[in-house]
Structures are given as C-alpha cells and as structure tokens.
C-alpha cells in the first residue's frame, strides 16, 4: 500500500509537471502545422508567466492575470507572424529574438515595478488557480486503489490542468475533423496548393500562430499563478525547449505529444524524488542524467535510430507566390 | 534580390537603420520604468569609455563576443544556424580546466597553446556531433545544438559537483591555478606604459580573437575551403554539381564554428576567472547570435559589433550601479531587439529603398 501511495505520488506530480509542456507542446504544434517554426515557446511562455503575476498581483484576480498573459502571448506570436510570414524573415533568428527580448524585458521590468528582485509579489490564493476539489472525492478517498487515484489524481488539480488535457482531443478534433485542420495541415505541406485553391496561405498561418500565443499565455498562466504564488526570473527553465523537443517525439502529433509530455514530466518527477536517495545496487543515481534525458532522447529520436520524426514538409519555409 | 541597391545601401544603411530602430525601441523600454533615455546612454557610454579601467572591461567583453560572433558567422557563410556556441564553449572550459590543472604550476607560454588546442578540440567535438547528425541522418541543427546546449549544462553540473570539486569544499568549482599558470592581463604590460587599465580583467587573449578575425577573412574569402563552405551556404545543389560534398562541408563548417566559440573558454578560465565553475561563459555563445547578424557576418563587422556589445555589458554593469530600476537584464532586452531587428526583419525597409532607388535613378535617367 506504501509503495502504491508512493507511485500516486510521483504520478501527482508527473501530471503537474507535464502541463506547462503540454501547454507549450500543443502550441508549438499549431505553429508548426501551419508551416511556421517555432523555436520562441520559451520566450513566449515566460512572457506570459509574467504578465500572469503582474496583473493577478495588481487586480488580485487570478483571471485578469491569465487574460493579461494570453494577450502578451498572442502579442508575441504576432511579433514572430510579423517577420516570419509578412516579412519572411528567417523563423529561427526570429524565435530566438523572441526568447531573449522575453528574458531581458520580464527580468526588467519586474525588478523596476515590484523591486522584489525580479519576481513578482507572493499572491494570496485568492489571485491564484488553486487545486480543485471534483465531487465525492473526499467520501471515495478511501475505496482501496480507485479512490485514490481519483480524489488525488483526477481530482485535486487546478483549472488550467484540466484545459490542458481538455486541450488535446479539442486540438486533435481541429485538426483532423474541421475545414480549418485540413487546410491547417495543408498549408504547413504544401502552400502552393492552399494558394492555388483561393486560400490565404498568410491569413492560415497568423491564425495558427494566434492560436499558439493563447496556448503559450496558458502555460506561462499555469507556472506562474497555479503552480506558484507568483512570477520568478527565468521562471521557464527551459520548459519551451523541452516542449519543443517532446513534439518532435510526437512527430507532430496531438495524442501523442501529450504522452511525450506525461513521459518528460514524469522523468522530472522520478528526477525530483530520486534526489539524494541510493538505489540498491546502483548507487546514487545522478539527478542530472534525469534531466538530461529528454534533451539525449530527442537527439536520438532526430537521428532516425528509434523511428524517424519528419517534419511538416513546408516548416521554416517561406511562402512567396513566386516560385 | 540587391541587384537593385548599391553596396553601401546594402552592407552600410539598412544595417545602420535597423540597429538604430532596435536602440529605439530598447529606448521605449527604458521610458516605460520611468528614466530618461539619454541619461541612460550618457552613463553607458562614460561607464564603458570613460576611464581606463572600462575600456578594458569592454575589451574583455568583447573578445568573448568576437569568438562567438566568429563561430555563428562561420556556419551561417555553410547555411548553417549554430546556436549551440554556449554548450561548446562549456564543454570546452573543461579541456581548458583540464589542461591547466594537469599542467598547474607550470609557465603560462608553455601551458597556452597546449590549452588553446584543448579549448577548440573539445568544443569542435561538441559542434561535431550536431554537425554529422545533420549531414548524415538528416535531423535538424537548430534542435540538436539546442538540445546539445543543456546536454552540455547538466553533464558540467555533475562533473563539478561529483568529479571535479576539491574534496570539503561546497562551491561546484575546481581549484584555482597557480598565478604562473594564468594567461597574463594586458594590465601587467599597459598600465606601466602609462594608461591605467585598473583592475580589467582584459588579457592576451584578445591578441588571439584579433588574429582570429584575420584568419576567418582569410578562410571565408581568400581559401578554396572558404569558397566551398560560401557555395553549400548559397546553394548546395550547385555545390554538389561543382565536385563539393556538402556533407562534408557541414561537417567542416561546424568544426571550425565550434573551435572559435570554444576560445571563449581561453579567455574567462584561464585568462580570467582560473578556475572552472558553472556558467563561467556567462551567456557569451548567445550574444554571438547578435553580433553576427548585426556584423553582417564579416570579421570587420563582427569585431565592431562585438565592441558594441562589449560596451553594452560594461556600460550597463555601470547603468545598474547608478540606477538600480535598470539592471543588467536591460542588456539582454537589446540583445532580442537587435536580434529581431537585424535579423528576422532585416528586410523590412529593403522593398521601401528599393523603391526609393529606383524613382531617384528614373529621375536622374
């Protein structure tokens, strides 16, 4: 029973880990359809996590705080449209642009408004997305097994969480069962084809990189006002790298990104749980091959020696009517 | 494309307009906490060349900035985009560390060139395996030297804390070298010569990234390799019609690239910090990023770009002393804005002047 309470732990926390990634993962994803390549998650989420805690600090409303961070999301996703898709200027210089101007600006301004460092003030729970307790969890907390995965599984998670599961079948729905996911696939394959049907190919791709804004205004949302009490520099950590490479495991796949998602969260947790512990046998386990892990599968996976991961064909490309 | 624009439009203005437009808007910021923008750039510039002792913190900034800009500069002449410098150059302070322990106690001139080679030997490593992946099985460098970037973070932290820390000691870093093992600062030979250089940590090594701009022309314009690496870069089809294997020429290019950024290893371990410990590259490999674009990837350019950024880091060390609303993350803003600017919209004003050429030369015809 122990070791079974210690594994919904470490599920727990796999599921909280994974929903910044997921949220960054699916954005990616649209992006990324739609021809466009993002490198600029990280930079787009921390802008957000930050706009997140500024505005629930000053309104004291957790929901302010996540519009405020959609909207710098989207904001940045259309500084990245700008230069990629109207000035066809190359996407990567431009994600990476995106990352830095999002690291400086955050650590800035948070330092010059707050002066608390760089972090935002410590939000009370009322400016916060605070763990939501599902119906009869506590009466069915003691079915053996069952009721504990619900009431601290599925129960016992905050309303960004639950969008970000609900988030996959919607974007796996969009994608593959709507006139806009079919024309969304088509213009990241073959643009000339979607112009040749009478479609802006600009208008496909602004509308796939809006859509990546508000999913990265979610995640930043998620890290700064459910999973902590506030905005911390650099907040992120790499969690828009990590996203990006758990889409490339998911070759560009809805479902499948989320369980490369629940896969990093849960090589984090497993990382977290392990630290300072010895296993029989083994030894102390470095927690940093834990997190190098996902960065040396992707590169494994990239290399074709586990599967191949094929971009959409038209991703990073330009589209100018002239051939 | 600039069949329509004379060279000076082309390598001189629309640079000049699109860095002018990244300060401008860096200036927006800067009004947005509430100081005014001139003052912030009176104190920037006297804190960077004020005195002698922020002329050489320029300097030294900017010799990390030139290896970088070099390396960045390199592969995007092959097509290629490396943004792993700061992972190389990693990996490349432990051959450095390597190297001067092993040897510690010796004489500096003896111990350098044994850990120049090491610097670019393992950081060329670094850059290799991302090089070859995308040669040969066709995955992408920008992921892999991403990817590679934080390998080289969590495989560094383990080996200062597990490996490499003298024993009883908390701080993940190794033992410093002996003073006889140092790269020597250019303040032993300056400041007696009559220009105080105070306490800069400005050393030889930027003899080393001055010979290295030479040698990058020299490679880029004036070598048959130089040529091969320009025609994969421009078009590797043609290349391959020309009798040059662009996979191999990948491959070179990313060797060459990762040996620069590793110099940066040269200048913060040995010549400066004589020590390793965690992020001594202190996000140099991505300032290089900028200042390649900015420097139009032309050593000349580079070196400038890199001296401007050098003043950047210096003068806003100084900024953050005097107005401590701007800290040094104000660095890392503009380095986004010239980022973005003189990089992914570096077109935005081309079809504007274009135009603007054209009318002028109908009027003059």
């Not at chain 2, 800067?30 to 002698?52: C, T």
């Not at chain 2, 033992?175 to 105080?196: E, N, Q, S, W």
């Not at chain 2, 800069?200 to 130089?226: D, E, K, Q």
Request: hydrophobic share 55%; charged share 10%.
């Amino acid at each position: 029973m122990e070791l079974f309470d210690q594994l919904i732990n470490v599920l727990a926390s796999t599921i909280r880990l994974s929903v910044p990634l997921l949220f960054a993962c699916l954005a990616g994803l649209y992006s990324e359809r739609s021809g466009v390549v993002d490198i600029g998650l990280e930079g787009k989420m921390l802008g957000a996590a930050f706009a997140a805690g500024a505005v629930a600090a000053v309104t004291g409303s957790a929901w302010a705080g996540l519009g405020a961070a959609i909207a710098i999301g989207v904001a940045l996703s259309l500084v990245h449209g700008f230069a990629s898709i109207t000035h066809r200027g190359n996407q990567i210089v431009s994600g990476v642009a995106i990352n830095f101007l999002a690291l400086g600006v955050t650590a800035l301004l948070g330092q010059a408004w707050f002066n608390e460092g760089g972090r935002t003030p410590q939000l009370p729970g009322s400016a916060r997305f605070l763990d939501v307790t599902l119906p009869f969890a506590d009466s069915l907390r003691d079915v053996p097994f069952l009721g504990s995965i619900y009431a601290n599984l599925i129960s016992n998670q905050s309303i960004p969480t639950y969008a970000a599961f609900a988030a996959v079948p919607l974007t796996w729905y969009v994608l593959y069962r709507t006139r806009f996911g079919l024309r969304l696939r088509a213009v990241g394959e073959n643009p000339h084809a979607v112009d040749t049907a009478g479609i802006s190919v600009a208008r496909l791709r602004y509308a796939a990189v809006i859509i990546c804004g508000i999913l990265c205004g979610f995640g930043g949302a998620y890290l700064a006002i459910a999973q902590s009490a506030g905005f911390l520099n650099e907040m992120t950590a790499g969690k828009g790298f990590i996203a990006l490479a758990a889409l490339i495991f998911a070759k560009w796949r809805p479902v499948p990104a989320m369980w490369a998602c629940l896969l990093f969260g849960l090589l984090d947790a497993v990382a977290l749980r392990l630290q300072g512990t010895v296993v029989p046998g083994i030894g102390e386990i470095p927690v940093q091959v834990f997190q190098a892990l996902p960065y040396i599968l992707t590169v494994v996976l990239l290399a074709g020696f586990i599967g191949k991961a094929i971009p959409p064909k038209a991703d990073g490309i330009p589209y100018s009517k002239d051939r | 494309m600039n069949g329509q624009l004379p060279r000076w439009v082309d390598y001189g203005l629309i640079p000049l307009i699109n860095v002018t437009i990244a300060f401008f808007v860096a200036g927006l910021v800067v009004i947005a906490i509430g100081e005014n923008p001139l003052d912030v750039v009176r104190i920037m510039l006297r804190g960077a060349l004020g005195y002698g002792e922020g002329v050489g913190f320029t300097l030294y900034y900017a010799t990390d900035f030139i290896f970088a800009g070099l390396a960045v500069a390199v592969a995007f002449h092959a097509g290629l985009f490396n943004i792993g410098g700061e992972g190389q150059a990693t990996i490349a302070g432990l051959g450095v560390a390597l190297v001067c322990l092993a040897l510690n106690g010796q004489p500096w001139w003896l111990v350098a060139p044994l850990a120049i080679v090491a610097a670019m030997v393992f950081s060329a490593a670094w850059a290799y395996v991302p090089g070859a992946l995308q040669a040969y099985r066709g995955s992408h460098i920008v992921i892999n030297t991403i990817m590679f970037n934080f390998i080289a973070t969590s495989a560094m932290v383990y080996l200062l804390t597990h490996v490499l820390k003298p024993m009883g000691q908390m701080a993940p870093e190794t033992r410093t070298f002996d003073v006889a093992t140092r790269l020597p600062f250019m303040k032993d030979y300056i400041t007696p010569l009559g220009y105080d250089l105070g306490q800069s940590p400005l050393n030889l090594s930027i003899l080393i990234a001055a010979a290295a701009c030479v040698l990058v022309y020299l490679l880029i314009w004036r070598t048959r390799l130089g040529y091969a690496l320009r025609t994969v870069g421009t078009n590797p089809t043609a290349a391959l019609y020309a009798g040059i294997d662009p996979k191999r020429i990948t491959v070179i290019a990313m060797i060459i690239s990762g040996a620069l950024v590793g110099l940066i290893a040269i200048n913060e371990v040995m010549g400066t910090h004589h020590r390793l410990f965690l992020g001594f590259t202190g996000g140099a490999g991505f300032v290089g990023i900028a200042v390649a674009l900015m420097g139009r990837s032309h050593p000349i350019g580079i070196a400038l770009a890199a001296l401007l950024f050098g003043m950047l880091y210096q003068g806003g060390a100084e900024l953050a002393f005097e107005k401590p609303t701007i800290t040094r993350d104000m660095i890392v803003a503009i380095q986004g804005l010239v980022i973005l600017f003189a990089g992914a919209l570096e077109h935005m004003f081309r079809p504007a002047l274009e135009r603007m050429f054209i009318t002028a030369r109908a009027a003059t015809a």
